[in-house]
T-cell receptor, first 117, second 113 residues
Framework: AQTVTQSQPEMSVQEAETVTLSCTYDTSESDYYLFWYKQPPSRQMILVIRQEAYKQQNATENRFSVNFQKAAKSFSLKISDSQLGDAAMYFCAYRSLITGANSKLTFGKGITLSVRP | EAEVAQSPRYKITEKSQAVAFWCDPISGHATLYWYRQILGQGPELLVQFQDESVVDDSQLPKDRFSAERLKGVDSTLKIQPAELGDSAMYLC???????????FGPGTRLLVL
């Protein structure tokens, strides 16, 4: 079974600064997706960024980028130029790509990010 | 922009009572998921539907939980009887097919007293 570990329960960043959120995972599979989801207080979870394991290039979406280290099974999220609206809980998630496997997301415990004005 | 709808947003009930949650996925999405999120934890899958068929319900406590998606569109998750440990956020998500991005609804927060 796959597991996702987010060992930092909370982080804080100054507005306009850069912050990196850590995630490690464990799997015996070679093909999978990794995700970062954002869950603002009392609002729905939204996708921040997605990485396909077969791609060597790290995914980027505007101010959000990842550092994907497949051999180390590490998948960190970097938020540049942090904004007040980035304050939320962030979840790292894994999804198998094996044919016939269900497509459920396996989530870490999440990290609460606060942004200081 | 199309969104996943869920109702109610909040539900308070007493233990041993029955509760039901409703989810309307994004139009055209064939795959529907119900996740349970305990406070301070990440969501965990309860059940996955492909159209009207159950793909995975291995983590659904079937002695008290049931889920259906009769016409392959909206879905209902029921708990009977509710227990104190069922207090959690129940999230519904949908995707156009099982390999595509999952979009989440706002969730139903359940408190069992």
């Amino acid at each position: 079974a796959q597991t996702v570990t987010q060992s930092q329960p909370e982080m804080s960043v100054q507005e306009a600064e850069t912050v990196t959120l850590s995630c490690t995972y464990d799997t015996s599979e070679s093909d999978y997706y990794l995700f970062w989801y954002k869950q603002p207080p009392s609002r729905q979870m939204i996708l921040v960024i997605r990485q396909e394991a077969y791609k060597q290039q790290n995914a980027t979406e505007n101010r959000f980028s990842v550092n994907f280290q497949k051999a180390a099974k590490s998948f960190s999220l970097k938020i540049s130029d942090s904004q007040l609206g980035d304050a939320a809980m962030y979840f790292c998630a894994y999804r198998s790509l094996i044919t016939g496997a269900n497509s459920k997301l396996t989530f870490g415990k999440g990290i609460t990010l606060s942004v200081r004005p | 922009e199309a969104e996943v709808a869920q109702s109610p947003r909040y539900k308070i009930t007493e233990k041993s009572q029955a509760v039901a949650f409703w989810c309307d996925p994004i139009s055209g999405h064939a795959t529907l998921y119900w996740y349970r999120q305990i406070l301070g934890q990440g969501p965990e899958l309860l059940v996955q539907f492909q159209d009207e068929s159950v793909v995975d319900d291995s983590q659904l406590p079937k002695d008290r939980f049931s889920a259906e998606r009769l016409k392959g569109v909206d879905s209902t998750l029921k708990i009977q009887p509710a227990e104190l440990g069922d207090s959690a956020m129940y999230l519904c998500a949908s995707s156009s097919d099982s390999q595509e991005t999952q979009y989440f609804g706002p969730g139903t927060r359940l408190l069992v007293l």
